[in-house]
């Protein structure tokens, strides 16, 4: 019966926290962060062209 006081008390505590974390384990500013660093890279890089058709080795005949 003593253990039941100390038990609770445990539990309690570790149900509380102050853990900012969203889904997929990044914080807000770690998302905000990564989300500025990816605006970067889409601006800094240069549109996507289709590549030139390659002829091929084999006879098409």
């Known amino acids: 019966m003593r253990w039941i006081i100390p038990l609770s008390l445990a539990l309690a505590l570790a149900a509380c926290g102050d ?3 969203q889904a997929g384990g990044v914080t807000k500013s770690e998302a905000e962060a990564l989300d500025d660093a990816a605006e970067m890279v ?3 890089r240069p549109p ?3 590549p030139a058709p390659q002829p091929s ?3 098409s005949g």
Do not use: C, T, V, Y
Request: aromatic share 0%.
């Open 19 to 21: 853990d900012n974390r």
């Open 42 to 44: 889409e601006q800094s």
């Open 48 to 50: 996507l062209e289709s």
């Open 57 to 59: 080795a084999e006879p």
